[in-house]
């Protein structure tokens, strides 16, 4: 076999070779969105883990934020819409601290330590976590907007990104997916997401979302990073055990 593979190189020349590249290269950089509705696009990719309605399992979490930084193993248990338990340990298993977030509350119990909780407004990050995207993140979805599809202006940008504003009174929001293409359908690699208070006179709030390792199953990002002004986050799932929705 490699005797036929030289004398076609001698044969023909580099230009077999750069034909033999040109093909790798244009394969590897295939529009995921080519000729796609992009509607149809949105709806695929937040329909993925959108049938699951609680998660327990155990995960790596790493943190860098100006009021914690460290990496430890977690117990993790999320339901929908609004529940979301994280037992920190260390790496005997033994409790570090146990954090509880529902209905926009965060309690934290620590070994000999008194009990703090703290009401936080949805739109807060918390160590680097965006909270209105908490719940979202550890139950396998994707960051999606609340608007009604009607009220959406949807685009595909030159790059092949598939591009999503939605504004409300005061506010508008930026959706930038960019996309890879797993079993045949659009899949998310990476989220901008970026929010401007119009009466406010600040700089826009942005994050980036990166997410890999996606579930056969569930199509679920089973490694996700968070990176913002307010701090990191570097997830991955270790195992977890899926209850869908009746």
């Not at 008194?114 to 993140?137: F, H, R, V, Y």
Request: charged share 25%; aromatic share 10%; proline share 6%.
């Amino acid at each position: 076999m490699p005797v036929v593979y030289f004398h076609a190189i001698n044969t023909l020349g580099m230009p077999l070779v750069l034909i033999c590249f040109l093909f790798v290269v244009s394969c590897a950089h295939r529009p995921v969105l080519n000729n796609k509705d992009p509607r149809l696009a949105l709806h695929e990719i937040c329909q993925i883990g959108n049938n699951i309605d609680e998660v327990r399992g155990s995960a790596w979490l790493k943190i860098k934020s100006p009021n914690k930084s460290g990496q430890f193993p977690a117990n993790i248990f999320v339901k929908s819409p609004n529940q979301l338990q994280l037992e920190v340990t260390n790496l005997l298993g033994g409790r570090e601290a146990f954090i509880k977030y529902e209905k926009n509350k965060v309690k934290i119990e620590r070994p000999n330590q008194e009990t703090t909780q703290e009401k936080l407004d949805q739109s807060e990050l918390w160590n680097g976590l965006p909270l209105q995207w908490a719940i979202t993140l550890f139950l396998g979805r994707f960051p999606c907007p609340s608007e009604k599809e009607e009220k959406l202006i949807i685009e595909i940008t030159d790059k092949d990104e598939l591009k999503i504003q939605q504004q409300n009174t005061h506010e508008t929001e930026t959706f930038l997916y960019q996309l890879k293409k797993w079993q045949d359908k659009p899949w998310v690699k990476a989220l901008i997401w970026e929010k401007k208070n119009s009466t406010k006179n600040e700089n826009a709030l942005q994050i980036t979302f990166s997410f890999d390792r996606p579930e056969e199953t569930t199509l679920s990002p089973k490694k996700w990073e968070i990176v913002s002004s307010h701090g990191e986050i570097k997830f991955r799932w270790k195992d977890r055990q899926i209850t869908f929705n009746p």
